[in-house]
């Protein structure tokens, strides 16, 4: 599988900003989709991630302010980033979790200036 992810930029403090990620093939069978984030120094964490069944989780520096959702029929997993911080600034990544396997795109830069 290989992911695709686009959308990144600059944004003010406040602002908003959607992430896309698309597969290589059917996103219908894969148990897990996640979007991952890494600032520079820091370790890569967990943002958001949704379930074939549809179950979203969030991780709390970001609940109520980031929505992720999946288009089958589109093969993608997108994240729609509200009321952006500076804190917010990374790389961000996606990842589809399919079985024992682990697929990871190769991540798009947002910056949010204050």
């Known amino acids: 599988v290989q992911l695709q992810a686009s959308g990144g930029g600059l944004v003010q403090a406040g602002g908003s900003l959607g992430l896309s990620c698309t597969a290589s093939?059917?996103?219908?069978?894969?148990?897990?989709m996640s979007w991952y984030r890494q600032a520079p120094g820091k370790q890569r964490e967990l943002v958001a991630s949704?379930?074939?069944?549809?179950?979203?989780y969030y991780a709390d520096p970001v609940k109520g302010r980031f929505t992720i959702s999946r288009d089958n029929a589109k093969n993608t997993v997108y994240l729609q980033m509200n009321s952006l911080k500076p804190e917010d600034t990374a790389v961000y990544y996606c990842?589809?979790?399919?079985?024992?396997?682990?697929?990871w795109g190769q991540g798009t830069q947002v910056t949010v200036s204050s």
């Open positions: 093939r059917s996103i219908f069978s894969i148990n897990r």
């Open positions: 990842k589809a979790d399919w079985g024992y396997t682990s697929y």
């Open positions: 949704i379930t074939s069944g549809g179950n979203a």
